[in-house]
């Protein structure tokens, strides 16, 4: 077993078919990683340091730079990345370095399965003829199949071994192979007809969450403006026992997944004719909600006479949701860049994120202290993380900003919220 990408997707993989039995090979252009992942240090959170050393030292998991490895394998995992370009159009360029390695060393009987996030028809129409050019026969010689990664990074009660499997082959038999070697590692497998389907699986669950996030943070636009509290709204409506599903507002949207794969699905869409406009102004309303806490942020401050230039600004939390370490697509980070653009002092405490790099900020967490909340002009809640202590919040900040509502039930003039 070979897993190509040792990432957030990728190393919870390897770990979980080395736990199974399998002798697995992590595959990554990153020596950095490989260097830690057979010294047996985590540098996932969802994997468990002792769990990792252990299946190292078994003999079971190691990793390397060597894509040679694949030759001695009879199932390859991708696993690698898929953003979205600036234009917002899939850069499948990782799957398709991949696929390259794999057709150097496709051998019969051997199993391929795509795991990244893509538009529908990725496997059939990009990986399938690159690997076909080898003169094997898909079906017959070796199989290749699709299936969706389903990771929630933090998620303490659903992880790799207990989220159901969805795959489907390039062909009945390809599903057959994939199913049977998922089925010796994971609890549930789920087949579907196709690598289409497979395919928009992933992306009808992650749209199906940007829709809902996008309208409740309309809705949480709309009620500033009509000065209804939209928390009160949202939990009274939630009292209905059928019909509805509750989901919150907020700064925005992060991770590696929400945020972009209905664009893969919008951009697919478009190549067929067809707007998907759900998605396109779900997009644009989720897109817009660190702008709004800016514009509030600079409302709080301006109630006491300060501007946002030249204000001590604290915020909560970089990572794009609550307990992890993960800052990808964090609205944290447009939200600190703003500030910062208009002259804001901007300094964070995470508890999960010891430093933070991008283009325009650099900058180390401040441990959250009585003293540093006095200090500063204005917090601003980004991050609901369990671990902030929320009483301090109340009593010692001297004007917040909470876009999370993570200071429920407390009443005070100096608190503002979404």
Known sequence: MAVIGLGYVGLPLAVEFAK????????????????????????????????????????????????????????????????????????????????????????????????????????????????????????????LGFSPERVDPGNKEYNTSNIPKVVGGVTERCTRVAVAVYEKTLSTVVPVSSTRVAEMVKLLENTFRSVNIGLVNEMALMCDRMKIDVWEVIQAAASKPFGFMPFYPGPGLGGHCIPIDPFYLSWKAKLSGFEA??????????????????????????????????????????????????????????????????????????????ELKTERFHAKSKPLTAGLLRRADCVVITTAHSAFDYKLIAS?????FDSRNALRGVKSDKIWRL
């Open 277 to 354: 406009r759900f998605i396109e102004l779900a997009g644009q309303v989720n897109a817009s909600m660190p702008y709004h806490v800016v514009s509030k942020v600079g409302e709080a401050l301006n109630s006491v006479r300060k501007s946002v230039n030249g204000a001590r600004i604290l915020l909560l939390g970089v990572a794009y949701k609550a307990d992890v370490d993960d800052c990808r697509e964090s609205p944290a980070l447009d939200i600190c860049q703003m500030l910062t653009s208009l002259g804001a002092e901007v300094w964070y405490s995470d508890p999960h994120v010891g």
């Open 20 to 143: 199974a039995g399998f002798r697995v090979t992590g595959i990554d252009t990153d020596a950095a990683k490989v260097d830690r992942v057979n010294a047996g240090a985590s540098y996932v959170q969802d994997v468990q340091a002792s769990d990792l050393r252990r299946e190292v030292r078994s003999g079971r998991l190691t990793a390397t730079t060597d894509f040679s490895a694949l030759s001695q394998t009879d199932c390859v995992s991708i696993c690698v990345p898929t953003p979205l370009r600036k234009t917002r159009d899939p850069d499948v360029s990782s799957i398709v370095s991949a696929a390259r390695e794999i057709a150097r060393f496709l051998h019969p009987g051997q199993l391929v399965l795509l795991e990244s996030t893509t538009y529908p028809g990725t496997t059939d129409e990009l990986i399938l003829p690159m690997l076909e050019e080898t003169g094997l026969k898909v079906g017959e010689d070796f199989f």
């Open 396 to 400: 010692e900040a001297r004007l917040v």
